[in-house]
Nanobody
Framework: QAQFVESGGGLVQPGGSLSLSCVVS????????IAWYRQGPGEQRLFVGS???????VYAESGKGRFTISRDNAKNTVYLQMSNLKPEDTAVYYC??????????????WGQGTQVTVSS
């Protein structure tokens, strides 16, 4: 199984930008689709978007037009670039491998996540 280490979170003002990283160890990064998820205060953990091994991306409505997912296969790393951030983007952000293209539930144990707080 793969292990995930998320980083890059922090405090940002509304309208600001932030870039998160997810380093994946173990498993077979080159064949994985990697997804980002987030869990806001008192909320369920939700799918944010994903990137397939060949680069195709899918986004939830919440991030369309504001979030961009990319990957560097040489570094076993996936990125989540977020712009025009809103207070409702405040959450702990996680990455994982989804069960399939149609099933975004995570297939592996979670990492520790990285906290993003959007506040003035």
């Amino acid at each position: 199984q793969a292990q995930f280490v998320e980083s890059g979170g922090g405090l940002v003002q509304p309208g600001g930008s932030l870039s998160l990283s997810c380093v994946v160890s173990g498993g077979r990064f080159g064949i994985y689709t990697i997804a980002w998820y987030r869990q806001g205060p008192g909320e369920q953990r939700l799918f944010v978007g994903s990137i397939a091994n060949f680069g195709e991306t899918v986004y939830a409505e919440s991030g369309k037009g504001r979030f961009t997912i990319s990957r560097d296969n040489a570094k076993n790393t996936v990125y989540l670039q977020m712009s025009n951030l809103k207070p409702e983007d405040t959450a702990v952000y996680y990455c994982n491998v989804p069960r399939s293209y149609y099933d975004t539930r995570p297939a592996m144990p979670w990492g520790q996540g990285t906290q993003v707080t959007v506040s003035s």
